[in-house]
C-alpha cells in the first residue's frame, strides 16, 4: 500500500494522542505532528480546519478525523482501505484517557 499522507494535532503528553500514535506506529505509517499545547498556531488552525476544539484530530489523506481515539483512527483507516489489518500489538493502549480524565481511586470511608 502506498503511504498516506497523515498530518496529526495532539497534545505531547494524552492518553489519546499517545492512542493515535501507537495506532500509526502499529501500522509502520509516518505522520506529521503539530502539538496542539505548545504551539498556539497548531491549535488555532485544527481549530479552523475542524470547527472544534477537542483533540486529538488527525487528516489523513485529506480525509479529518476529528475528536477521536486511536481504535477510531485503525478503524477508519481499516474501512477505507488505507492499511491492512496486521497481528501486531499497539505499543501503548489506544483508547484510554488523559491522566487527568481518569476516574480516581476513593478511599472508603466508616462512620464512627
Not at 39 to 52: C, D, K, S
Not at 102 to 111: C, D, G, L, T, V
Request: aromatic share 4%.
Amino acid at each position: 500500500m502506498e503511504q498516506p499522507k497523515i498530518t496529526c494535532y495532539l497534545k505531547p503528553t494524552c492518553g489519546w494522542s499517545e492512542g493515535v500514535r501507537a495506532v500509526l506506529r502499529k501500522h509502520g505509517l509516518e505522520w506529521e505532528e503539530k502539538d496542539t499545547i505548545n504551539n498556539p498556531e497548531h491549535r488555532a488552525e485544527m481549530i479552523e480546519r475542524t470547527g472544534q476544539m477537542l483533540q486529538p484530530c488527525v487528516e489523513i489523506n485529506g480525509n479529518m478525523l476529528a475528536d477521536v481515539s486511536g481504535d477510531e483512527v485503525e478503524a477508519w483507516m481499516l474501512a477505507n482501505n488505507v492499511v491492512s489489518a496486521n497481528d501486531a500489538e499497539a505499543d501503548a493502549p489506544t483508547d484510554q484517557p488523559c491522566a487527568h480524565e481518569m476516574p480516581q481511586e476513593q478511599s472508603m470511608k466508616f462512620k464512627n
